[in-house]
C-alpha cells in the first residue's frame, strides 16, 4: 500500500494504472476509520482493481464554532486499517497543498445544500462538494463510495456528479450500526458512556416513525411531532431537526405518498449527531 | 471527422481512445468559426493526436438582453472548418442533453468573476466556468486551449482549473486580428461597414496605451483618461470600461510596475466588443 500526501504525486502514480485501464473505486474520508468507513472500503475492493482512500480532515466544511480542532486524527491507526482492508493507495494531503494561495473556487449545488443539516451549517456543503469535486479531479475514480449515515451529503454529491458531467458512478452503501442500533460516526468518539445510551434516542425515534408508517399513519407532520415528543424526553438531548423529505430535493413532505427520507440531527450534550432512513415500503 | 451531439456517446468514443494513450487536445467554442479559433485549432491539432471542439451556445451565459437569439450558428459552415482543419471529433450538444432538469449545480470563481465584463454582465463568467468544467469532465482532454481575446476568461478558467485539480493543462492562444487590427469576433458579423470603421477604435486605443507607456508613462490613471478621451472622440461609441490590471486577480493598478492587462469593452451601436493587451516590457 502506497501512502501519498501530494496531489501531482498521486495523481502520477495513478496515470500508469489508468491506461493500464485498470478500474479505480475511491472511498473520501477524513479519517478516524470505523466499521461504516470499512464497509465502504470493503464494497470499494470487492468492485475495484485498484481501490483509493483519501484521508483529510477539510477545514472548509468545519464553521467556526465546531470541531475542527477536536476532531479525532488517528492515522497510524486509519493506515493500518487501510492496509488490512486490501487499499492500494492513500491519499493524505496537507492542507496547504489543497487550498493554494489565493484559493477562491466552488462548487455550489443549489437548493438541496441550505436544508436540514445546511441549514445549521451554512457553507458547509458548498465546502463539501468542492472538496470532493477537487478529488474526483486527483483520483479520477471510475466508482466512487459514499456512506448512507451522511445521506443528505451523498445526495449533493450525486446531484453534482450529475450535473458538472464528473465520469464517475456513486455508489451509495448502507449506514453500519452497533448491535445496539447506534449509527456508527466518527463523533461518537466524543461521547461519554452515560450519552452513548442517551445517543439511542436517535435510532429510537426512527424505529417509531417507521412503525407508525407501517401501522397506517401517513401524516408527516403527526409522525414528526411523535419522534419530537419522544426525543424530549431525554434530558441533556435538544433537536437540531427532525424532517420527512422527499428523495429529489430533500423538501418536506406532507404526506407519505412516496419513498422519503427521515432524518434528525440531535446534540447529545455538545456532541451533534445525525441519522436517517428511507422510507420505501409505502 | 466523427460528429457528436450526446455527452454520454462522446465520452464513449473517447474512453476507447484513452486507454490506448492519445494525447486529446480541446477547444471549446461557441461555433461562428473564424480564424481566431482556427488559430487554437491549428495549434491543438499540432500539439496533439486527438483534437475535439465543441460547439454550444451556451444559453446559461447570456443575460436576458444579451444576444442569445441572434448569436450566428452557421454550422454546417464550422463543421466544414472543422474536418479542413484535421479536428477528429466535434461535439455539439443540444441544451437539453447539457441541462438536465433539475440542474442546480455551478462553479463560481469567485473574486475576478465580477470584475471587467463581469460587471455588466452579472452571472456570466459563473455559467461560463460552470459549462466548461462540464465540458473537462465530458471531454476528459490532457490540454485546453483558450483564446486571450476572451482574457478574463482565460483567467478564469486557468484559476478554476488550479483549484479545482482538473487534470489538463491550459494554452492561452494570442488574439488574431485583421490587416487594420480589430480583434477577430463571432461579434463582429453584427457591425455594419461604418461600425467595422468605428470599431478600431479599441485596437487603437490599446496602442495609444502601449506607446505611452515605451515612451515612460506609468501613471494607470492617466493612462486610462487618454484612452477614453480618444474613444470619446468617435460618434456612437459608448465605453462600457477601460482598465489597467494585474494579471493575478484582475485588480486595478495604479502604477505600472509590473505585467498587466490593458483591456476594454465599448459599444458600437448596440454592438459590444471587447479587446485587451499584455504590457510586459516594464
Avoid: W
Avoid at 134 to 154: E, F, S, T
Avoid at 171 to 178: F, G
Avoid at 239 to 248: E, G
Wanted: overall charge positive; glycine content about 6%; some cysteine.
Amino acid at each position: 500500500m502506497k501512502v501519498i500526501a501530494h496531489p501531482d504525486k498521486l495523481n502520477k502514480a495513478l496515470k500508469g494504472l489508468k491506461h493500464r485501464g485498470a478500474n479505480i473505486g475511491f472511498v473520501p474520508t477524513m479519517g478516524a476509520l470505523h466499521l461504516g468507513h470499512l464497509s465502504l472500503i470493503k464494497q470499494a475492493v470487492r468492485d475495484n482493481k485498484i481501490v483509493v482512500v483519501s484521508i483529510f480532515v477539510n477545514p472548509a466544511q468545519f464553521g467556526p464554532k465546531e470541531d475542527l480542532h477536536k476532531y479525532p486524527r488517528p492515522l497510524k491507526r486509519d493506515l493500518a486499517l487501510c492496509k488490512a482492508a486490501g487499499v492500494d493507495l492513500v491519499f493524505c494531503p496537507q492542507q496547504k497543498s489543497m487550498y493554494l494561495p489565493g484559493f477562491a473556487t466552488y462548487v455550489e449545488v443549489n437548493g438541496m445544500s441550505n436544508l436540514l443539516c445546511g441549514a445549521a451549517r451554512p457553507g458547509h456543503f458548498r465546502a463539501v462538494a468542492t472538496v470532493v469535486a477537487k478529488l474526483l479531479n486527483i483520483v479520477r475514480p471510475d466508482l466512487l463510495y459514499l456512506g448512507q449515515k451522511d445521506a443528505q451529503q451523498a445526495m449533493i454529491i450525486k446531484k453534482m456528479v450529475r450535473d458538472l458531467n464528473f465520469p464517475v458512478k456513486v455508489k451509495v452503501v448502507p449506514t453500519v450500526r452497533q448491535i445496539d442500533g447506534l449509527a456508527l460516526s466518527s463523533r461518537n468518539a466524543y461521547l461519554t458512556s452515560a450519552e452513548k445510551i442517551k445517543a439511542l434516542v436517535l435510532v429510537k425515534a426512527l424505529l417509531l416513525a417507521k412503525s407508525l408508517i407501517v401501522h397506517g399513519q401517513r401524516d408527516a407532520g403527526r409522525i414528526i411531532r411523535r419522534m419530537k415528543e419522544l426525543i424530549n424526553k431525554k434530558q441533556q438531548v435538544k433537536i437540531d431537526y427532525v424532517a420527512i423529505v422527499d428523495l429529489a430535493e430533500l423538501k418536506p413532505v406532507k404526506k407519505i405518498n412516496q419513498p422519503c427520507l427521515i432524518a434528525l440531527a440531535v446534540y447529545i450534550g455538545k456532541t451533534r449527531l445525525i441519522d436517517n432512513g428511507i422510507v420505501n415500503y409505502v
